[in-house]
């Protein structure tokens, strides 16, 4: 099985977790039973041999793809000189267990149809034991390996041969068939099948009437809603975490070792698409991340994360798979995180303004959750002017970031607005608006470069970095000052490549890693949302053209694109990218 580029993937969910499945109808990634689990289909990170289901016609084919409305429903096409066969791919949300459900379905003529079903847990390392048994008098293979047991049923199951299950038979006009893998823990009973047309149906109704109550008709609506559903996607039904990404290790510079487990919930990253999701008119999905907020959080101010798992679980430990080559030999592969112990000062900043918007939104006040906000603000208080890690997770020594500096403004602003505006009781009130202003007044003294025209990326350098252009979008500065407008000027010259934004210049080595990267698409859409600021309308609209071209077929995104091989690069689909994507939308619209 050749190596498939990033963006020939797409995402099917069920709000627990995701899986990637490629044009060639392989599904090359799945975590079950939670994002955050341990993958028994790795083939992306490996070989076929790593765990791979797969649908795929013998003889050579054409592929073409679709969501079914807006659900996460996909449509895949196979079109041969003997026919033409359909695969619907769905996963229903279900409790305490997992589905994937595979319907084949003839459109014209003859189709022979290779089935593989290669089951590998540990994240490919571990061939679990496979057997034959007989649930409600019908046959079924079932894969037991430590706590994951997998079931798969359907019409004509695979033989066994060599460790892997394998078959090829013919479909032909007006046939249906559908196979469903399912995953339940080790020690219980097999489920019943949940293969009914009905449910699949109400999986697909479900996603429309949510997408219908999206508020506003913004540029590239379609690719809006996609983005939307995929943020949706990758929040967890029950505990409203909101992880970064499905994936891990994907990688931002091939062949090299920025490799990185994004299968977790970032304060920051979980914040901003919550903004999103808010700016959209979702409020129901910020009352669920705020309680997720609470739990997770939970003690010691002072014991503030970055990020947790999907549970609130504080243990992310990063280590690497050695069994594992990675996507095009792209080493290590990681999982785990060891960012989670960085200092980013940034972070309580965009909790801070998701929050406010929740309550301009007209989220119920909760007392709880403006007890902790005012207890994180006045943590935040006794060691603002610490060095941190800045929002990159530079892995290179503490800096002042400016970046981190205003999202600390941010925080004290937002905790002010929660008092004056929405009358939330703050006794601290007066000390938080004295902060925001010696805050505000370090960042024009020590992070502008007056002799540049701009601001910088840390205290202590003359470069520029993208999250610069993050100043006027939470209200540091107006879009039209002439500092604001020299940064842009100067991030343009700095970081652009081939019309798109790198996040900083790697050359510098601020960030204590070899090799390079690509640009950064979140940053090429704050970018279009700085030129609207800016009064840059048209510039605006033509980049935002451009970036909205640079979505696969089905409409996602990568973390970052390579315009040089045109091919998507990094985790994926990408949060980031969504988010921003819908915030630039907004924005043009507004």
């Not at 790795?42 to 070989?47: F, H, V, Y």
């Not at 949510?210 to 379609?222: I, K, L, T």
Request: overall charge negative; aromatic content about 8%.
């Amino acid at each position: 099985m050749a190596l498939q580029p990033i963006e020939d993937y797409a995402l099917l969910g069920d709000r627990h977790t995701a899986a990637l499945v490629g044009r060639n109808g392989s599904i090359d990634w799945l975590c079950l039973p939670r994002f955050d689990s341990s993958a028994c289909f790795a083939a992306l990170l490996g070989t076929e041999e790593h765990g791979h289901w797969q649908f795929e016609p013998v003889e050579p084919y054409e592929t073409t793809r679709q969501y079914v409305g807006s659900s996460a429903a996909l449509e895949t096409t196979f079109t041969t000189t003997s026919g033409v066969v359909t695969m619907l791919d769905v996963m229903p949300v279900g409790d305490r267990r997992a589905d994937v459900v595979r319907r084949i379905i003839g459109v014209s003529g003859t189709v022979r149809l290779r089935h593989e079903w290669v089951v590998r847990t540990d994240y490919g390392k571990v061939r679990p034991w496979v057997r034959r048994a007989k649930l409600d008098g019908i046959e079924v293979i079932v894969a037991i390996a430590g706590p994951d047991k997998l079931v798969l049923r359907g019409p004509r199951l695979p033989h066994a041969s060599d460790h892997r299950h394998s078959d090829e038979f013919d479909v032909a006009e007006g046939e249906h068939l559908t196979w469903s893998t399912t995953w339940i823990p080790s020690y219980a009973d097999l489920p019943a099948s949940i293969i009914e047309p009905a449910r699949i149906t109400e999986t697909i109704d479900e996603s429309d009437e949510w997408a219908s109550r999206c508020r506003a008709d913004v540029p590239h609506r379609e690719l809006v809603m996609r983005s939307l559903m995929t943020l949706r996607l990758l929040t967890h039904k029950h505990t409203g975490g909101i992880v970064a990404a499905p994936t891990t290790s994907l990688p931002e510079d091939f062949g090299g070792e920025r490799n990185w487990d994004y299968r977790f919930c970032w304060l920051r990253d979980a914040s901003l698409t919550l903004e999103a999701l808010l700016t959209a008119g979702y409020t129901d999905e910020a009352e669920l991340w705020r309680d997720w907020l609470l739990r997770a959080v939970a003690g010691d101010p002072e014991d503030l994360q970055i990020m947790y798992t999907v549970d609130g679980g504080r243990q992310l430990p990063e280590h690497e798979l050695d069994h594992l080559p990675g996507y095009a030999g792209s080493r290590p592969v990681r999982i785990g995180n060891g960012a989670v112990d960085q200092r980013q000062t940034d972070v309580l900043g965009e909790v801070m303004i998701a929050l406010e918007l929740a309550r301009e939104a007209g989220l119920a006040p909760n007392d709880d959750s403006w007890a902790l906000q005012r207890a994180l603000v006045n943590a935040l208080a006794k060691d603002w002017q610490e060095p941190d890690n800045g929002l990159w997770e530079i892995r290179g020594p503490l800096r002042h970031f400016t970046h981190s500096r205003v999202m600390v403004w941010a925080a004290f602003d937002r905790a002010v607005r929660a008092v004056e505006r929405h009358d939330r009781p703050g006794d601290e009130v007066d000390r938080w608006r004295r902060l925001r202003d010696d805050v505000r007044d370090e960042v024009m003294a020590r992070g502008f470069n007056t002799e540049h025209n701009t601001f910088t990326q840390h205290y202590d350098t003359t470069e520029v970095d993208a999250s610069l252009l993050v100043l006027p979008l939470v209200g540091f500065i107006d879009g039209e000052d002439p500092r604001m407008l020299g940064t842009i000027t100067a991030i343009e010259r700095d970081l652009m490549r081939d019309g798109l934004l790198l996040r900083y210049r790697t050359q510098s080595g601020v960030d204590g890693l070899a090799g390079d990267e690509h640009p950064f698409l979140a940053c090429s859409f704050w970018l279009v949302s700085a030129y609207a600021a800016a009064g840059r309308h048209d510039d605006a609209r033509a980049l935002f053209d451009r970036l909205a071209a640079l979505a696969n077929d089905v409409g996602l995104l990568a973390e970052e694109y390579d315009p040089g091989n045109h091919r998507m690069a990094g985790n994926f689909p990408q949060a980031f990218s969504h988010l921003t994507l819908v915030q630039a939308a907004f924005r043009l619209d507004a």
